[in-house]
């Protein structure tokens, strides 16, 4: 277990921070900036789980994604290959939390109808929550996808998981719609008043 006993520490006033191993990198690194947006994907997961109680049966599967993105950043903050005799192995993102993911998106788009447009994000308090979730998820899968082109040694299934994430946030959304607005479509070239002659 972690124990953070001082919440400052000075060490990064010069702009750098530390990883779970190797050299300290700039704060603006690219693996800082990926799990970075992971955390921040975290945080509106859990401003999403203000409005949960609108559809209580999603909040105990937000509150478990909260904790894989925990697990998901420290597999970010722990680049290169365990050594041989390392205490013990590095936390990693696992095929299992990404399968779990699947499950979820199975079960809650089963009675969803099927779609015929684009959806905005809109509706309900909780849908735009999630939207907004989600959109910050796909922001950090893309910051993942150039860490893994920059350092091919960066675990694979960080964006799987990732990839997976923003499909099951994008379904609850809809699900949050289903019972009291509805989806919210996209109408292409939907200008109204504005192409008819005044």
Same mark, same amino acid.
């Given at each position: 277990?972690?124990?953070?006993?001082?919440? *400052?520490?000075?060490?990064?006033?010069?702009?750098?921070?530390?990883?779970?191993?190797?050299?300290?990198? =700039?704060?603006?690194?690219?693996?800082?900036?990926? *799990?970075?947006?992971?955390?921040?994907?975290?945080?509106?997961?859990?401003?999403?789980?203000? =409005?949960? #109680? !609108?559809?209580?049966?999603?909040? #105990?599967?937000?509150?478990?994604?909260?904790?894989?993105?925990?697990?998901?950043? &420290?597999?970010? =903050?722990? /680049?290169? !290959?365990?050594?041989?005799?390392?205490?013990?192995?590095?936390?990693?993102?696992?095929?299992?939390?990404?399968?779990?993911? $699947?499950?979820?998106?199975?079960?809650?788009?089963?009675?969803?109808?099927?779609?015929?447009? @684009?959806?905005? #994000?809109?509706?309900?308090?909780? !849908?735009?929550?999630?939207?907004?979730?989600?959109?910050?998820?796909?922001?950090? $899968?893309?910051?993942? &996808?150039?860490?893994? +082109?920059? $350092?091919?040694?960066?675990? /694979? +299934?960080?964006?799987? *998981?990732?990839?997976?994430? &923003?499909?099951?946030? @994008?379904?609850?959304?809809?699900? =949050?719609?289903? %019972?009291?607005?509805?989806?919210?479509?996209?109408?292409? %070239?939907? *200008?109204?008043?504005?192409?008819?002659? $005044?």
């Amino acid at each position: 277990m972690v124990k953070l006993n001082a919440i *400052y520490t000075r060490t990064g006033d010069k702009g750098t921070t530390g990883l779970v191993r190797g050299p300290r990198r =700039a704060k603006h690194d690219l693996r800082i900036e990926a *799990y970075g947006s992971v955390d921040e994907a975290n945080a509106f997961i859990g401003n999403a789980r203000l =409005a949960a #109680p !609108a559809l209580p049966e999603i909040d #105990p599967v937000l509150a478990r994604i909260q904790n894989d993105l925990f697990d998901l950043g &420290s597999d970010l =903050a722990t /680049p290169g !290959a365990d050594q041989a005799d390392a205490p013990y192995p590095s936390l990693r993102i696992r095929p299992v939390q990404t399968d779990w993911l $699947e499950q979820q998106i199975d079960l809650f788009n089963a009675d969803l109808a099927p779609l015929k447009s @684009f959806v905005l #994000p809109g509706g309900t308090p909780l !849908a735009v929550a999630l939207h907004l979730a989600r959109t910050v998820t796909r922001r950090a $899968e893309r910051l993942v &996808s150039a860490l893994q +082109e920059a $350092e091919p040694e960066t675990s /694979p +299934e960080t964006l799987r *998981y990732l990839n997976r994430l &923003s499909d099951l946030l @994008f379904v609850l959304a809809r699900l =949050a719609n289903a %019972g009291q607005t509805g989806d919210v479509l996209w109408v292409p %070239g939907n *200008y109204g008043d504005l192409d008819k002659p $005044e």
